[in-house]
């Protein structure tokens, strides 16, 4: 991050690298995203018969949009 | 300092609850809610996950670079892959070839199409019916005509009309046989494992017919059917209702079992939840394990239960026994009976002839019938307490290794205490009645001539909460709460 940003420079968290906040929401949320996207499509499969194998690709989409909203979010900040 | 996540300690107090509901409850059974709902697991996670991280974003404190670090990765891979093989295990899975669908669901892509079935053909008065595997719901109901007649509705789930259509050209229902024997066959597996498609079937059949019939998920309802019934299914609500024959249930995944009526030997095999049996003649005998509420009234022969953590065998049961999660009781049996449970709180009342009862955790209330007959009950861990009519006659042994013991029967019983616990004796020329708990208070007490039974007959009118609709077992879990 550039030395003019408004936010201090936090401690890092052991075992990850750390950027200020605003840089890096989008890019945390993806991961609990894609987690809970995979918790919903099996929870689909297992209750409602809307195979696993059919909805995959709802995790290529969600991964997608995050990449893109960390993208825009970047070139805004 | 390192914020840590909260899923960690929920996790932890997730597990320990579980572990806790097992021992509390052994009959319960985790696994197939496990097998089933494990992917709750990660939504939940997922949420947290979220919710933290918005969380910490709106009050400025640092963000970690991953809000799912690759260890959690691998671990969430390790869950998917426990979680996957337990379904499969446990034979919910769709992940394996025609391991069954589940019907009623979440149904949010395509249509049903729906298409008539009819089909009839001559028979015997007495021909065996064969329903080979389907998907789907069906009636069977015996007649005076000779002649199988099914009428119905074949449903397909299809994203458009065409291949609906297709799927219902590839999927015809036939009914073959001479009349000895018939076959109903609905080839649904010819059409590709994503394509649905049910068939809900009445079928009428001559009453002295035999019933051998494959289901995959659905339900069957039978009644007044004479010949023997076999019945193999994946999961099923199974209602039978005036059978002449023997009958004999191997349901893998039952939501409900419920029989009125029969006069043959009725044989289940399997799990599920709910069993009701009520007016049955012949022998009942049960082999698995069932969660729900299982319940017997008026049966005129011997029944054997055997499940996971109890095993009950007695000799005919003009009363009822009610067995609900964590209990057992009983009124009015005719032993010699035997009832072996690992947690259960024991009452039976009103029994005749000799009676064994052996309790790892739980209390035991007792009250024979005159004359007294042999008695013998234990618990590692509970109370017990013995109620006999005040004319009884017994030899009665009655000992705690820790705690107390007390005498409301008053005449020839003695107590004799020991350092922690004691023994009570008191005999009048009568059968034995040893009664021993390792930890907990017996009592013995004159009974009441006015007590109300431990399991007081079921008022539910029979007929009402069974038949009326085709979908049975939706409808009967509203009616019985």
């Not at chain 2, 080979?132 to 099914?150: L, P």
């Amino acid at each position: 991050m550039s030395a003019g940003s408004p936010f201090p420079t936090p401690p890092p968290l052991p075992g990850s690298p750390v950027l200020t906040p605003r840089g890096t929401l989008i890019r945390a949320l993806r991961g609990p995203l894609l987690l809970t996207t995979l918790g919903v499509l099996l929870a689909a499969d297992h209750l409602g018969g809307l195979s696993f194998e059919r909805t995959w690709p709802a995790l290529l989409i969600v991964f997608g949009a995050c990449k893109i909203a960390e993208h825009m979010e970047v070139r805004q900040a | 300092m390192r914020r840590g996540s909260l899923f960690a300690p929920l996790l932890l107090i997730g597990l320990g609850a579980l572990f806790l509901v097992r021992n509390v409850y052994p009959d319960l059974q985790i696994l197939p809610y496990l097998a089933k709902y494990w992917p709750f697991l990660l939504i939940l996670w997922g949420v947290l996950r979220l919710g933290e991280i918005v969380f910490w974003a709106t009050t400025n404190r640092p963000l970690p670079m991953r809000g799912v670090s690759g260890g959690e990765w691998a671990f969430v891979i390790l869950i998917c892959f426990f979680g996957g093989a337990l379904n499969a295990a446990m034979g919910f899975s769709t992940w394996l070839p025609r391991g069954g669908i589940e019907l009623g669901g979440l149904e949010m892509f395509g249509e049903s199409y729906d298409y008539p079935i009819t089909a009839e053909k001559p028979s015997g008065k007495s021909p065996l019916i064969v329903i080979e595997s389907f998907r789907g719901n069906a009636r069977i109901t015996g007649g005076d005509q000779a002649v199988v007649k099914v009428s119905g509705r074949k449903t397909v789930r299809s994203m458009d009309q065409a291949g609906a259509d297709r799927a219902n050209e590839a999927t015809p229902f036939e009914i073959s046989g001479d009349g000895n024997r018939i076959v109903i066959r609905t080839n649904q597996d010819r059409v590709s494992f994503h394509q649905r498609v049910t068939d809900e079937m009445e079928i009428s059949v001559p009453k002295g017919a035999s019933i051998e019939a494959h289901g995959r998920s659905g339900d069957f309802t039978l009644e007044s059917i004479d010949g023997p019934v076999t019945i193999d299914a994946d999961r099923a609500g199974v209602h039978l209702e005036n059978l002449g024959g023997e009958t004999r249930l191997d349901v893998r995944s039952s939501d409900v079992v419920r029989a009125l009526n029969v006069k043959g030997n009725f044989e289940l095999r399997g799990n599920g939840s709910d069993i009701d049996l009520e007016n049955m003649d012949g022998t009942v005998t049960i082999n698995g394990g069932y969660t729900g509420n299982v319940e017997f009234q008026n049966l005129s022969k011997p029944l054997h239960f055997v499940g996971p953590q109890t095993e009950v065998t007695l000799q005919k049961l003009p009363g009822l026994i009610r067995m609900p999660l964590g209990t057992f009781n009983a009124s009015n049996l005719v032993g010699p009976a035997r009832l072996e449970t690992r947690s259960r709180d024991v009452q039976i009342g009103e029994f005749t002839n000799s009676m064994e009862v052996s309790v790892e955790r739980g209390d035991i209330q007792l009250r024979p019938s005159l004359p007294v007959a042999k008695l013998d009950a234990h618990t590692r861990s509970g109370n017990i307490t013995l109620a006999l009519p005040a004319d009884a006659k017994f030899d009665l042994t009655a000992s705690t290794n820790h705690g107390q013991l007390s005498n409301e029967f008053g005449g020839s019983i003695r107590i004799e205490e020991s350092a922690r616990g004691g023994t009570m004796r008191g005999a009048s020329g009568g059968p034995a009645v040893d009664i021993h708990t390792d930890r907990g208070e017996i009592t013995v007490r004159q009974a009441m001539p006015d007590e109300p039974p431990f399991a007081p007959r079921s008022v539910r009118e029979f007929k009402g909460r069974t038949f009326k609709q085709f979908k049975a077992p939706k409808q009967l879990k509203q009616f019985d709460q």
